[in-house]
């Protein structure tokens, strides 16, 4: 899912936004290599229609918190929702605003009620509960609600991890019971402790959800954590509702998420990195303002269909990034989230061949090399 | 010509730029009303195209100045010239340097022989003559050179402006001199007095140019006197070349420029404008952040078909603006560029159904009348 926070997924129009993505040839080389079963990935439930040949993603993130400050709800509401506001006729899926709150909000105070804080912005204060956030996305009219949940800090005791996850728990079943129009999905907290990781998978998978989050990951713990925490957790999630990973991540953890079972993720990581001038390759990442493609005609990424890789050189990207053009981070946008959905189109075509494991060899073989071809 | 300075139009891509404009139905108010006959209005022989339902400019402007800083004129020659380097495979005139000279270089110091500067990004020293200039725009590739000229500031003395006038007079000759591949327009100068830009029409006119400008308007002069020079100097320029207003300007100023007989304009407004959310309608020109769009349901404007007037709200696009959204730089750049070329479409058809006279009527009435409709 890309992240469109304030119901723009950041440098791109709407109609920019459905035109990403291209078709991968079947004859890729993750399909072409069946010899590796690996029915026991999940089929990815929530990942609907991309390859009928439409282009762009079926689904975006946007954010409670920020577009309950800017422009409000009850603008939104009057003006038909997020998605006629943004002019989207696809799938939304909102946060609860409980990341935010942790993670932006200038004052807060949690009481087993719900949240009080202040803006980030104009210092204006709100109010969030489960029941509020559950009436508020559903007043946004998305697709997918998530239950509201605590977001505990990496680094904190057991027994603090142990008090917020309860929290959660509780505030899961207020949000279920608030229920209303949009798909409701829970999330799963615990931080990096798996005795509290099994308690809240079996806690909040035995809820009646539409799907699971695994939440409390990508707060500042090392990557190999969040790996372990994946790798521990989604076995755990029920197996017939989508599994989501929250915030993740780079190439490599979509494909490792995949493997552990994971169906859905958001992350900044591919629209920020953009704007910063940071582009995922099939050989790897690659910082465009690097001296080395100042003379450079190629095209980017010759693996990638994207209208930059098809129309401009390395070269003219560099120019226009060091230069401050607002078209780089139009032509980055374009092409991170293009190697992500053609990621993910990649990954879902394998699992359909029953060729994924070899896929993911292949894959991580070539990032892991591929950073010194775009040097040569 | 919209204006993509460093081989950008900014906050678009090429492709973006290819799609910009849109079809205006031949039963357009202008066109109906073929009673006024305006057979003197020149034909627009620069504008070629448009009318075949391709959309998008013919051909924009991109600054020889500029380019010769970042990346540089070795760079783009060693890329294949500027139409490759971002991926544009229609007309591409650069100015020659002058205008940019007088107005942005930190030092510089002017002799006969040309113009030695300081580059205003570093301070690293470059040096421009008529050969030069013309040397380095046949080097990037262009269509249409101009020739270098010196473009006096507002408010010099009479002897100031003709001693400056007869230097741009012996660098026109020079730059023929010099003309490689590329086609190459004059400029005539002569600040706001008659006598000196007659004199330079005829100088200039009388030289062997593929297209003749005006140039040294709108450097500070109120518009009432940049409308006088138009008037009084457009009729004087040769009937058989086109006719190129440079730095102009509103969209009433391209109506009263072709109604002078111009046929060829260039400017930063729309674009500029559009990322400080000044946007132009068939209404007049609204500023976006105004409070009264914050629950406005409607399209900007219901007369435009570019992408945003399609399928998003004035709400929408005061959102994205007042957030600092790139995206709102995007549709703003895509509407003010479509207002445009939709603009000189409607006067072409005017003019090709001799109905121009009215159009301008009609036109002028609107846009005077028209802010208060954006009120209502």
Redesign the interface.
């Given at each position: 899912m890309p992240v469109g926070t304030?119901?723009?997924?950041?440098?791109?129009?709407?109609?920019?936004l459905k035109q990403l993505g291209s078709v991968i040839p079947s004859s890729s080389e993750g399909s072409q290599d069946a010899t590796t079963s690996h029915s026991e990935i999940l089929p990815l439930r929530c990942a609907q229609g991309q390859d009928d040949g439409r282009t762009g993603p079926e689904i975006i993130l946007c954010n409670t918190y920020h577009l309950m400050l800017?422009?409000g709800i009850d603008?939104l509401e009057?003006?038909?929702g997020v998605h006629r506001?943004?002019?989207w006729d696809r799938a939304v899926l909102t946060d609860s605003g409980g990341f935010q709150l942790f993670s932006l909000a200038s004052i807060r105070k949690i009481r087993e009620e719900g949240v009080e804080f202040r803006s980030h912005i104009d210092g204006s204060p709100y109010f969030l509960s489960p029941e509020r956030s559950v009436e508020i996305q559903s007043r946004m009219g998305v697709d997918v609600a998530m239950a509201f949940d605590e977001c505990p800090a990496y680094g904190l005791s057991h027994s603090e991890v142990e008090k917020s996850m309860e929290l959660t728990h509780r505030w899961a079943r207020r949000s279920l019971a608030a229920r209303r129009e949009s798909a409701l999905f829970g999330i799963v907290q615990g931080g990096v402790h798996n005795d509290l990781r099994k308690r809240s998978a079996e806690e909040i998978g035995g809820m009646d959800f539409d799907g699971v989050a695994i939440g409390g990951v990508s707060v500042g713990e090392p990557k190999q954590e969040m790996l372990e925490v994946v790798n521990f957790t989604a076995p755990l999630l029920p197996a017939d509702k989508p599994r989501y990973l929250m915030g993740v991540g780079t190439p490599e953890d979509l494909v490792e998420g995949v493997a552990a079972g994971i169906d859905l993720f958001d992350c900044v990581m591919p629209t920020r990195n953009a704007?910063n001038g940071t582009l995922f390759t099939s050989f790897g990442k690659v910082s465009i303002k690097n001296a080395r493609f100042?003379?450079d005609?190629r095209p980017l990424d010759p693996a990638c269909s994207c209208?930059?890789c098809r129309?401009?050189?390395r070269?003219?990207l560099r120019?226009?990034f060091?230069?401050g053009?607002?078209?780089a981070?139009?032509?980055n946008t374009?092409h991170n989230l293009t190697h992500y959905l053609d990621l993910m189109r990649s990954i879902r075509q394998s699992i359909a061949s029953n060729s994924f494991g070899s896929f993911r060899d292949v894959f991580l073989s070539r990032i892991s090399s591929g950073d010194e071809e775009a040097k040569a």
């Open positions: 304030l119901a723009s997924v950041k440098s791109l129009t709407t109609e920019q800017r422009p603008l009057q003006l038909g506001f943004m002019g704007r100042a003379a005609p209208v930059g129309t401009v050189s070269a003219y120019h226009l060091l230069n053009e607002i078209a981070s139009v032509y374009i």
